[in-house]
């Protein structure tokens, strides 16, 4: 069984920052894309940036310039440092990875149980 746990979110002043964690663990044979979604209040989950297997990144336009993600194959870990954060940037924070379980399995998205971030202003 394949899980994905988040950590680092919490309450922060505008103009602050925080950094996300999350570690996948179980049978994991091959981890592809991960990364961040969020989901604010009344509002739908959005990609807020994504990583593949070899480095390349994506960002929400919202985030570009303030938030970075990183990961470590080594230790099937993905962060999001998350810099100059503003109100807005207030939601749940989701992991996401593309994960295969064996090398002939088939590929399934995992997510993590979230974890809440609230920026003050």
């Known amino acids: 069984q394949v899980q994905l746990v988040e950590s680092g979110g919490g309450l922060v002043q505008a103009g602050g920052f925080l950094r996300l964690s999350c570690v996948a663990s179980g049978r994991i044979f091959s981890i592809d894309d991960m990364g961040w979604y969020r989901q604010a209040p009344g509002k739908q989950r959005e990609l807020v940036a994504g990583?593949?297997?070899?480095?390349?990144?994506t960002y929400a336009d919202s985030v570009k310039d303030r938030f970075t993600i990183s990961r470590d194959n080594a230790k099937n870990t993905v962060h999001l440092q998350m810099n100059t954060l503003k109100p807005e940037d207030t939601a749940v924070y989701y992991c996401n990875a593309r994960i295969k379980e064996s090398w002939r399995g088939a590929e399934y998205q995992y997510w993590g149980q979230g974890t809440q971030v609230t920026v003050s202003s």
């Open positions: 990583i593949t297997s070899v480095g390349s990144t």
